[in-house]
């Protein structure tokens, strides 16, 4: 099995947490960053496998950072996370190439799942 890069764009500490606990025990390489700056310089240091982005964050719309990574990693798998019920946001963050979109809270098989969909990896 290889192990993934994965980036997770949230500003919630405790998402970050559960990616590091549940995809690093599994032995991926999990990056944490909590807006777009930091975002794009994760992406300009690392090449992914596939990234989890909050769709509402602080002062960021996430369908507007899901348009600036498309710019510099167009290939990149990118899963949209949400805990709120955005229709409007998940459409247009799927015409920008988002394979899914999480409904916050997701468990560790969703993620497994997803990331089968998205890059035919097992983990």
Do not use: W
């Not at 944490?32 to 992406?43: F, G, S």
């Not at 229709?87 to 997701?106: S, T, Y």
Request: proline content about 3%.
């Amino acid at each position: 099995m290889k192990h993934l890069k994965i980036l997770v764009v949230d500003d919630k500490k405790v998402i970050g947490d559960f990616f590091n606990l549940t995809m690093g025990y599994y032995g991926h390489h999990i990056t944490v960053v909590h807006d777009l700056p930091q975002t794009l310089e994760a992406i300009h240091k690392n090449e992914f496998d596939i990234a989890f982005m909050d769709m509402v964050m602080p002062g960021l719309d996430g369908v507007e950072v899901l348009k600036e990574v498309r710019a510099v990693a167009p290939e990149l798998a990118v899963v949209m996370m949400s805990g709120y019920s955005l229709d409007e946001k998940r459409k247009q963050a799927g015409l920008l190439g988002a394979v899914e979109c999480l409904k916050k809270p997701f468990e560790v098989d969703d993620i497994r799942r997803v990331v089968k969909e998205a890059i035919g990896q097992e983990i």
